[in-house]
């Protein structure tokens, strides 16, 4: 299967920034889109919003409540995707969670979450 593993969270204060990362590691697979969402405090994971998106051609797409502030990226040989947060608000407190398309020889697409990192913003 496909792992994802989330690093980079923390607590900021309302203003500052943050950089997540998050790897994907298996064996044979391809990864095609990558993803954060976030989940906020008291929602539930069918409630997790999408924050960014990126190809791997590198089209990007934000929620729009975070335009201008986030910025998507990714190393595809790396096979790695992060998320730059600055300017950040307390409405950005929430567990980040990376997510991919995938694909895997004999299993065919998949979808695969990180385990989240947790965001916090204090105002």
């Known amino acids: 299967q496909v792992q994802l593993v989330e690093s980079g969270g923390g607590l900021v204060q309302a203003g500052g920034s943050l950089r997540l990362s998050c790897v994907a590691s298996?064996?044979?697979?391809?990864?095609?889109?990558m993803a954060w969402y976030r989940q906020a405090p008291g929602k539930q994971r069918e409630q997790r919003e999408l924050?960014?998106?990126?190809?791997?051609?590198?089209?990007?797409n934000y929620a729009d409540s975070v335009k201008g502030r986030f910025t998507i990226s990714r190393d595809n040989a790396k096979n790695t995707v992060y998320l730059t947060m600055n300017s950040l608000k307390a409405e950005d407190t929430a567990v980040y969670y990376c997510?991919?398309?995938?694909?895997?020889?004999?299993?065919?697409?998949?979808?695969?979450w990180g385990q989240g990192t947790q965001v916090t913003v204090s105002s």
């Open positions: 298996g064996r044979c697979f391809s990864i095609n889109a």
């Open positions: 924050v960014a998106a990126i190809t791997t051609g590198g089209s990007t």
């Open positions: 997510n991919a398309d995938a694909w895997m020889p004999g299993i065919g697409a998949i979808n695969p």
